[in-house]
T-cell receptor, first 109, second 114 residues
Framework: GQNIDQPTEMTATEGAIVQINCTYQTSGFNGLFWYQQHAGEAPTFLSYNVLDGLEEKGRFSSFLSRSKGYSYLLLKELQMKDSASYLCAVTDSNYQLIWGAGTKLIIKP | ETGVTQTPRHLVMGMTNKKSLKCEQHLGHNAMYWYKQSAKKPLELMFVYSLEERVENNSVPSRFSPECPNSSHLFLHLHTLQPEDSALYLC?????????????FGPGTRLTVL
């Protein structure tokens, strides 16, 4: 079966750095997305990786290793507004989008 | 602001009621999606429309009936629902319906079935 694993919940301190991991087992791979979802709001696009390596976008970076079936989202200089759920999703060989259950990130002062 | 709106934002209905969820996108996209989001579970894709034609139906029970009258509007008609159908229903759109597209989500309708 196809599976996306990410931690259910993480806690970090304002101003610190946090890494949210995502591992996947899918039938093929055609790209990996990260979305952010604040409570009661719509998921919003953060990043898309299709090649190995690190993509940096301001305070957020996303890393992909296709050989390991692994990605992480790195958030630097954490702010209280970063408290949200972070969703990992993978496009498989049939171009179906497989979603993880999301990681709830709690930022403490 | 995402450019995708959903109404109503909250809905409480009995198992014998009939109601409809509405989604509208103002982004000029050609594809629209319905998802079900339950607590601590992955997003479940329900329906995909591309250029107003249904291209995917992930074995959704017939008590959920989608309608896409044009590329900007999407409805989800509900009837004789079950309590386990209580969830957040998200609508999304994307430029072309390709899985590599970024999807733009609406804020969702929180549905409670009594």
């Amino acid at each position: 079966g196809q599976n996306i694993d990410q931690p259910t919940e993480m806690t970090a301190t304002e101003g610190a750095i946090v890494q949210i991991n995502c591992t996947y087992q899918t039938s093929g791979f055609n790209g990996l997305f990260w979305y952010q979802q604040h409570a009661g709001e719509a998921p919003t696009f953060l990043s898309y990786n299709v090649l190995d390596g690190l993509e940096e976008k301001g305070r957020f970076s996303s890393f992909l290793s296709r050989s390991k079936g692994y990605s992480y989202l790195l958030l630097k200089e954490l702010q209280m507004k970063d408290s949200a759920s972070y969703l990992c999703a993978v496009t498989d060989s049939n171009y179906q989008l497989i979603w993880g259950a999301g990681t709830k990130l709690i930022i403490k002062p | 602001e995402t450019g995708v709106t959903q109404t109503p934002r909250h809905l409480v209905m009995g198992m014998t009621n009939k109601k409809s969820l509405k989604c509208e996108q103002h982004l000029g996209h050609n594809a629209m999606y319905w998802y079900k989001q339950s607590a601590k579970k992955p997003l479940e894709l329900m329906f995909v429309y591309s250029l107003e034609e249904r291209v995917e139906n992930n074995s959704v029970p017939s008590r959920f009936s989608p309608e896409c009258p044009n590329s900007s509007h999407l409805f989800l008609h509900l009837h004789t629902l079950q309590p386990e159908d209580s969830a957040l229903y998200l609508c999304a759109s994307s430029p072309s319906g390709q899985a590599a597209d970024t999807q733009y989500f609406g804020p969702g309708t929180r549905l409670t079935v009594l």
